[in-house]
Structure formats: C-alpha cells, structure tokens
C-alpha cells in the first residue's frame, strides 16, 4: 500500500521540479531550529530549500499533534494558496534551514504557461489527504504496538534512498509519540520490545528497519486503504 502511496520516484520528480522551476523566483527565508515558520496569507506557496520542518497543530492545553515531515524539495502552503483558506496547521524548524516564498503571481504566470504544472500541486495534496487517512485508520484500528508498526513502514516507504531501511531522518520519542497519539513511554517501551525481538536497531540515533515484513503483519489496516 504505502509503496504506491509513497513513490519516491514521482515525489523526487515533483521536489526537482519545485525546486528547478519556482524556488530561485522567491523570497529567500532563513530559519533557526525550533523557530515556527508561519504562513502570513494564502498569496505564496513555500518551498523547502535546506533543513527540516513539521506541519504541526496545537490543542488549548498545548499539546501537539504532528501531522506532516517537510524535507528539502517539500512545498507547503498550497492547499491555503488554492482554497484561499488559512490553515490551522503551523510549520515548526526541526532544524535550521531556508525556505522560498513564490508570490502568486509568479506562480499562476507558470500555470498559464503550462498548466500541467497543476498536476504536480495535485500530487502533492493528494499524497497528504492519504498520509493523514492512513493515519486515522491506524489511530482507529491499530492498538498502540500496532500504530508504532505502522509508522516505521511509512518511514521505511518514504525513504528516498535505495537501502530503506536505514531511517534517515532522526526521530526522538516524544516526536513519534506527538506523531501517532501515544504517551512517550508507551512509544520507548514498544521501541525496546521492537528491538529485542530483532525487528529494529539503533544505530547513531537512527531508525534501522530489520524485518519490514513482520512490522506490516502487526498493522491492522487493509492493504486496499
């Protein structure tokens, strides 16, 4: 399911385009990791040029919820730019980076010039609908072995690499832990149970998926979600 969901290809070939074609037309903006990068108006789409952020949302309490990971390619802001709508969601820096503004009317000049530019904005949104749709379906299914297992496939599948399994972006648990709904210990007590059972490693922080095959078996999700 999430090798359809997630394919590399098409999401290499999106960012390249993103960055090729629009990034150099914006406004450049550095950020410091843990800054929040907030969305002023829907007149821009933002595209990722360095660094990592999370699409995050908070509740009255302040607690978080993460929904999405932007990595460097990664455009932001489009679903606000289309239905000029604000979001509720705020970009916060993981780590330091820079980002582009394309205003909109660089933007619809290129999609008056070819609008099959739409296709890859299409892409885009498509892929996060199902993201946060397959993540209510494992929050509704899953016990909570069962969603830590879910996401360490949708790791696995989003790697942009040809060894999979090696996670490379780091994760600490509180942030799986915001990502899927669950109390940070219940996150490092399932981690552990993983790795004993030879299912994951740790090495330099870093997520290594051994046994990809018995991970997806512990999902409770159809194959056809």
Do not use: C, W
Not at 24 to 38: A, P, Q, R, V
Not at 178 to 201: A, E, S, W
């Amino acid at each position: 399911m999430y090798e359809h969901i997630f394919d590399q290809e098409v999401q290499k070939k999106m960012d390249d385009f993103f960055l090729k074609n629009l990034a150099s037309h914006g406004k450049l903006i550095n950020f410091k990791k843990g800054e929040i990068i907030k969305q002023e108006d829907f007149e821009s789409i933002y595209i990722l040029l360095e660094g990592e952020l999370n699409q995050i949302m908070h509740s009255k309490e302040g607690d978080e919820i993460i929904f999405f990971r932007v990595v460097k390619g990664n455009i932001f802001g489009e679903m606000a730019f289309f239905d000029q709508t604000n979001t509720f969601a705020v970009n916060k820096a993981v780590t330091k980076g820079s980002i582009s503004v394309v205003n909109r009317r660089f933007v619809e000049s290129k999609l008056r010039e070819d609008p099959q530019i739409y296709h890859y904005f299409l892409i885009s949104i498509i892929r996060k609908y199902r993201a946060v749709m397959s993540e209510l379906a494992s929050f509704q299914f899953n016990d909570s072995t069962g969603r830590l297992a879910d996401f360490l496939v949708r790791l696995y599948y989003t790697e942009d690499s040809e060894d999979k399994s090696r996670i490379s972006i780091i994760l600490t648990h509180e942030e799986i832990a915001n990502r899927l709904g669950l109390n940070r210990i219940t996150v490092t007590n399932t981690m552990n149970q993983f790795r004993d059972r030879g299912l994951i490693d740790i090495e330099n922080r870093k997520i290594i998926i051994q046994d990809i095959d018995t991970l997806r078996k512990m999902t409770n999700i159809l194959p056809g979600i």
